[in-house]
């Protein structure tokens, strides 16, 4: 009798991306989040599992949601966390990438969780540290665990991501969390269409498996069972991709009436922040379709797997 798949193929040491996990390597991840769910529900939300363990925040770029979710993921596992913020280092005196992790790996750090405003910086930092990292968000190339808990979200809401359409509307050529599920759902068994104006649209995308590209939002949410709307990222934008941000609105704004094009049952996503009333309207974010919040809420859980994945599982 051969071994199953999950067993014949190795485990994944970092999480930089999904080009080393097979489905069923991404699958366990899911469905050990449902565990991980049921911690946070208790009066106690905390486990040992990553116990006597060091996990190192370092954070290279501004962040907010991510930087906490991972860092209360860890410590629901009882790990020790060093958190790492590079304006507050030797970074902003002019120390490199590398120094600065050879450093906090003499500390004894066990693992990374990483973001960087330049892509490719997690696979550095596993490079000098010889420790497991997961990408917290890489430049525009790469958020894996964001892609991670949208997958989570749309299956806990359909059972199953086979067959399932999601629709990505707005700012592609400057999202990682775009480019990122454009990688992993169809891995899953689901449809990407990503859409947005031609110039926020890159071309290079329709040669991944599993993704066709649009600039018609109605083509794109049409028998789409999630609509995910994506922040403009006017910080990362320069050369004049967009006329106005009112014509952006007026065209590919998640509304209540774009959404009427899609599955009776679909629902409405956001990665965060949002730009309330641009990309997204007020009514469709907080709308009976909304899974915004519980989006927020199963980050922290897929965090929770993908720690234990890289640090404790065994095959």
Known sequence: MSAPASARTPRPRHLLDFQDWSPERLSAILDNADTMLQVLDRPVKKV?????????????????????????????????VLTFAAGNSSVSKGESLRDTVEVLTAYKVDAYIVRHHAAGAGHLVARYSGKPVINAGDGRRAHPTQALLDAYTVRQEFGSLTGKRVAIIGDIRHSRVARSNAELLPKLGAEVVLCGPATLLPADLAALPGVTLTSDPQEAVRGAHAVMALRLQKERMSGGFLGSLQEYADVYQVNEGLMAEAESGAIVLHPGPMNRDLEISGEAADGARSRILQQVENGQAIRMSVLYHLLVGRD
Do not use: H, I, K, Y
């Open 48 to 80: 040992p599992a990553l116990q006597g363990l060091t996990v190192c925040n370092a954070f290279f770029e501004n962040s907010t949601r991510t930087r906490t979710s991972f860092e209360l993921a860890a410590r629901r596992m009882s790990a020790d």
